[in-house]
């Protein structure tokens, strides 16, 4: 019994040795830095989410830095941050390569880059995916009292700023300008940002600009803070031709008040701002994201006026890609 009793007790002592030593090693701290109890994420869980925006004097770098901010505060483990590019035609590239997680783009830009057309004629990306369309970008177009240009017409033999080479505004202007039967060779053509058109324009080098943006736009509040500022309208029967061949196109009425001295509606087109991501974001961070932005609405108000446009029943208007699955199970509930 004596002898039997010791062989138990050094089982005993083995085992709990083999315990104290397994227990030693799940104590130890994980590369990670990961804590019991909740205190700290794992640094391998904390999501970076840069978002892609557009030049300062625009509309997307406002609401870019709006929806960090939203992100950071409502989207756990996330760290968002917003920055300034060049842009819807950048912004697909930027996503592409993995700069960016997330990023404004033109819903006809978007369009362009999925079905390897206009910019991205012969390079076609792949994975482009939607969070949803936010609002109205309208294009507008702007001359100033003093030059005597009162319709799209009037522009032939004109020196006219189309918006950065290769840019959606560029697209815009092009494709207004084609329903008028207007080419670049029957103007001159200035490929010039929102900054430096309403510098040129006020400067006198040029005789109108395109702008693509949510109005009332700085670049064209700018203007009209020194000078008559006239927006030349895009009729009725105009904008359904255009729109017959590009579908991406909306009508919209630019209100009396918008800039100074504007006295009355100005008929115009637009194309829609859309937050768009890759197939390679996580479902349920996308879902979170998108559920973040749809819930904090006052905050984008408080950035740009044209936050009061964007709501939730018209976030899938002009989607022109497909839409992420996590977006996608917000919009369901």
């Known amino acids: 019994m004596q002898r039997l009793g010791r062989k138990g007790f050094l089982l005993v002592t083995v085992a709990l040795l083999v315990v104290a030593l397994l227990a030693g090693c799940s104590s130890q701290p994980a590369a990670t830095g990961e804590q019991k109890g909740g205190e700290q994420q794992p640094a391998a869980e904390k999501k970076f989410v840069n978002i892609a925006t557009g030049g300062t004097a625009g509309t997307y770098y406002p609401l870019g830095g709006a929806i960090a901010d939203i992100l950071n505060k409502n989207v ?102 084609e329903a008028y039967g207007i080419t670049y060779d029957d103007i001159t053509v200035q490929y010039l940002s929102f900054a430096e058109a309403a510098n040129n324009l006020k400067d006198g080098n040029v005789d109108a600009a395109f702008v693509t943006a949510g109005f009332p736009t700085a670049a064209i509040q700018d203007i009209a803070a020194q000078h008559d500022v006239v927006l030349l309208p895009v009729p009725e029967d105009v904008a359904d031709k255009l729109i017959q061949k590009y579908p991406f196109y909306t009508k919209v009425t630019i209100p009396a008040g918008t800039y100074p001295n504007q006295k009355t509606d100005v008929k115009a087109v637009a194309v829609r701002a859309m937050l768009a991501v890759t197939d390679k974001m996580d479902e349920q961070l996308a879902y979170e994201i998108t559920k973040a932005i749809y819930t904090n609405l006052d905050r984008l108000q408080s950035a740009h006026a044209v936050g009061k446009l964007i709501t939730k029943e018209t976030a899938l208007d002009g989607m022109s890609i497909k839409l992420h699955p996590g977006a996608e199970k917000f919009f369901k509930e």
Do not use: C, H, W
């Not at 035609?89 to 206009?118: C, H, K, P, R, W």
């Open 76 to 177: 756990p483990g996330v760290n968002a941050s917003a920055q300034s590019t060049g842009a819807s035609v950048a912004n697909v590239n930027m996503l592409q390569d993995g700069s960016v997680e997330m990023a404004f783009i033109q819903n006809d830009i978007a369009y362009y880059a999925a079905n390897g057309t206009e910019m991205f004629k012969d390079k076609k990306v792949e994975g482009l995916r939607g969070i949803a369309t936010l609002y109205p970008e309208t294009i507008q177009i702007v001359t100033l009292a003093k030059t005597g240009i009162k319709d799209i017409a009037d522009l032939k033999g004109k020196r006219v700023a189309v918006g950065a080479a290769g840019s959606g505004t560029e697209a815009n202007a092009r494709q207004i300008l």
